[in-house]
């Protein structure tokens, strides 16, 4: 979190080795820590028993407000990855073999991730106590 309340990314710029970070990347977590220290992707768990299991407090995202925002060009510079988009980008990863490619698919497909890059405004964003 950042002094307005907005939630802001582990490394927003998101470059790590000279590229980009990817999402694939970003799924296998301390396999692949420099690029989980560089990430520009915040990852949220649409159950709540599930996301209850990921830190101290809960943060709730009010995915249907930031993505009408987005789509109105109100809030610029985020982009919201579907657990469908997110396997899309796993299967198109150059970076990772196959064998990762299963298993960073496995991963999110159990706790039906959702990725969001960028900022996201404190308005589409709730904290709440286990």
């Not at 420099?34 to 943060?59: C, L, M, Q």
């Not at 969001?116 to 709730?126: D, K, L, Q, S």
Request: proline share 4%.
């Amino acid at each position: 979190m950042d002094t307005n309340g907005d939630l802001v990314p582990a490394y927003p710029q998101g470059l790590y080795n000279g590229r980009k970070v990817t999402v694939p990347e970003v799924l296998i977590g301390n396999f692949r820590a420099g690029s989980k220290n560089h990430s520009p992707y915040t990852s949220f768990a649409v159950d709540r028993d599930v996301a209850a299991d990921f830190g101290e407090v809960i943060i709730v995202l009010d995915l249907g407000g930031l993505r009408g925002a987005i789509e109105r060009g109100e809030v610029t510079g985020v982009r919201i990855y579907t657990q469908a988009q997110i396997q899309e980008e796993i299967q198109r990863s150059t970076v990772l073999s196959d064998h990762w490619k299963r298993n960073a698919s496995k991963w999110s497909k159990a706790v039906n991730e959702i990725i969001v890059e960028g900022r996201i405004p404190a308005r589409f964003i709730r904290m709440e106590s286990k």
